[in-house]
């Protein structure tokens, strides 16, 4: 979640590449506008675009289900302009802050998830951590030990991980 941006997203890739292992990039379209180079390498290097909103702020994009939606088609047109053709293109979406129906904007999250399948999109959340948003700072054994503590799935584990410069 939350890239591109060129700093963490080359060793991201690097790492991948070495381990010869795919991912699902869950973009920012803002940042994807930025770093658009970084994005196309994202998507050469073999691993599937995403849609994680344009703007990530919670108050605007979950304003509304039509404010939801502008960011997300928005985001969208710029995966389009990413990818050699609509092919290879997959409509799914990462709902900032997962689409759980609790807190603050619980009752929209519903509403959005029914007009996302109207339109023919997905939406993916997760269902292990690596511990990356937790605040302090790991390495890779300590990412992957919190993986493992927290992972309660042997097969089908969608791992949240952060391609943000805020998140080593």
Known sequence: DDGPNTTITPQ???VLRKYDVKATFFMLGYLMEDNSDMARRVYEEGHLLANHTYSHTYD?????TDAFMKEIEKTEELILDTVDSEDEYFPIVRFPG???EVGKYKDIKGDIKDVLAEEGYYHCDWNSLNGDAE?????AEGLFEFFEKNTSTSKNAVVLMH?????Q
């Open 12 to 14: 991201v890739l690097d």
């Open 60 to 64: 605007d994009i979950y304003a509304s």
């Open 98 to 100: 997962g689409s759980h």
């Open 135 to 139: 605040g302090k700072t790991k390495d």
């Open 163 to 167: 391609d943000t410069v805020s998140k």
